[in-house]
């Protein structure tokens, strides 16, 4: 019976449905999800799969929470959703006060959004529209990194990289900005002076017509899982106010504690004019986002023509990603987040330590709770993913990459089965080649 109805999922969903990055009807090695519990994914036929990816990186506390569950069946029950134009509701101003606790000092203004990908067209349109207001519409450009990664959606496509990102077929129509070589790549080397030359050269021969730059702070994700020195920030920030940009962090990825710290930017005590969340924000859960700023931007906005902030979606605030999400954030004000993400750093290092001599592996690297084995060539992905779910780990492989970011909950015996589960198929499966 199971098998009959594993079968006729499996039949719709290759008929009918799009995958991400995917041609539709020709996703290799697609399983069927039945149940998820703490780090682990229950498929149909009966495996338990331990999760690397936290569902990209979202399901920071594990899947099927007894708190995050209770949560919305206690909000569904009372109102799941009522529109934000012109009314507003509990649950909304519970997570606002949250966040503002959370958050870097100043930025206490807080738009909710619809995702991480809406966060960063919210926080570029806020940018835009700043600018319009203090009588500079020329600056409506925007400066981003190389190896950059913002989301799928128009403006922030316009702000992933061109060449190496996934974008580069609508390059021709999206928003040209400018590009800035990514920072040297490691989070403890030095500062090098000949590439801060060059990233201020970049900005003041175009600085009248930006309105911000926009980074991914520390970590650098989908477009490479680069991490670099946090002193970079405060460089780049610097820029920004000496050539009069605003400065944009998009912690989607990074925030809620992923690089051992609540939030990246806070690794060099920065504290960017506007602030993107996301993924980790309702636990996973569901989808939302938010976009912080400061009393400077917000006062801009409220004060010059138009005079209102030009965005507002149907599902702004939606009551059910509110309480979940302040219910996330009441899990995470009681974990010690730096312990806590140190020690699965340390599991990760100690786990993925032998393949730093195998020659097939290009680069070892941790961050918090990120896990990085760079291959010298692509992977093949469909040939690992199967390998991996065999032996009971689940992971999404991407380009050279084979990276971990699981749940905080991970203990470190789950852990230690996961990386060794990895170095397992990675030995063995290059040995054959």
Not at 37 to 63: P, Q, R, T
Not at 268 to 283: F, H, N, Q, R, S
Not at 288 to 293: H, N, P, R
Request: charged letters at 20%; aromatic letters at 10%.
């Amino acid at each position: 019976m199971m098998e009959n109805k594993e079968k006729e999922l499996l039949d719709f969903d290759h008929n009918h449905l799009w995958h991400p990055y995917s041609a539709l009807g020709k996703e290799e090695n697609l399983f069927p999800v039945k149940s998820a519990k703490g780090v682990y994914l229950e498929l149909f036929n009966g495996d338990l799969l331990l999760d690397g990816m936290a569902s990209w990186w979202s399901v920071i506390h594990g899947y099927n929470h007894p708190i995050l569950n209770a949560a919305l069946k206690r909000q569904v029950d009372s109102m799941s959703h009522v529109m934000f134009g012109g009314l507003t509701h509990e649950p909304a101003v519970e997570l606002g006060r949250k966040l503002v606790e959370l958050l870097p000092d100043g930025l206490d203004k807080l738009f909710y959004a619809d995702s991480g990908s809406v966060a960063v067209e919210v926080a570029m349109k806020m940018a835009i529209q700043y600018w319009y207001c203090k009588g500079r519409p020329e600056k409506s450009r925007f400066a981003a990194l190389k190896k950059a990664y913002h989301g799928d959606t128009w403006h922030a496509m316009s702000v992933c990289d061109p060449v190496t990102g996934m974008h580069s077929i609508f390059s021709e129509t999206l928003p040209e900005q400018i590009f800035i070589p990514e920072p040297p790549m490691g989070f403890d080397v030095e500062i090098d002076s000949g590439y801060v030359d060059g990233v201020r050269q970049i900005i003041c021969e175009n600085h009248d017509s930006l309105a911000a730059f926009i980074v991914e702070p520390i970590v650098q994700g989908a477009g490479g899982m680069r991490v670099y020195n946090p002193a970079y920030l405060n460089i780049l920030q610097g820029l920004c106010k000496e050539y009069d940009l605003l400065f944009i962090c998009d912690e989607i990825a990074t925030g809620f504690g992923r690089t051992g710290k609540m939030f990246a930017v806070n690794h060099a005590g920065v504290v960017p004019d506007i602030i993107c969340l996301g993924k980790g924000l309702t636990g996973g859960y569901m989808t939302m986002g938010c976009v912080a700023t400061n009393e400077n931007i917000a006062t801009t906005l409220n004060e010059k023509d138009p005079g209102v902030f030009m965005h507002g979606p149907t599902f702004m605030a939606n009551p059910l990603a509110c309480a979940v999400s302040a219910a996330s954030l009441d899990i995470l004000s009681k974990y010690e987040i730096e312990p806590m993400i140190a020690e699965i750093q340390h599991g990760l290092s100690v786990g993925f330590s032998p393949l730093k001599i195998i020659t097939c592996v290009q680069d070892v690297r941790t961050m918090g709770a990120i896990g990085v084995i760079e291959m010298r060539d692509q992977v093949d992905i469909p040939e690992i993913q199967k390998r991996m779910v065999k032996e009971g780990i689940w992971l999404r492989p991407f380009g050279k990459l084979i990276y971990v970011m699981p749940a905080f909950i991970i203990s470190q015996d789950a852990l230690k089965f996961l990386t060794g589960k990895i170095v397992k198929v990675i030995c063995e499966f290059y040995h054959e080649k």
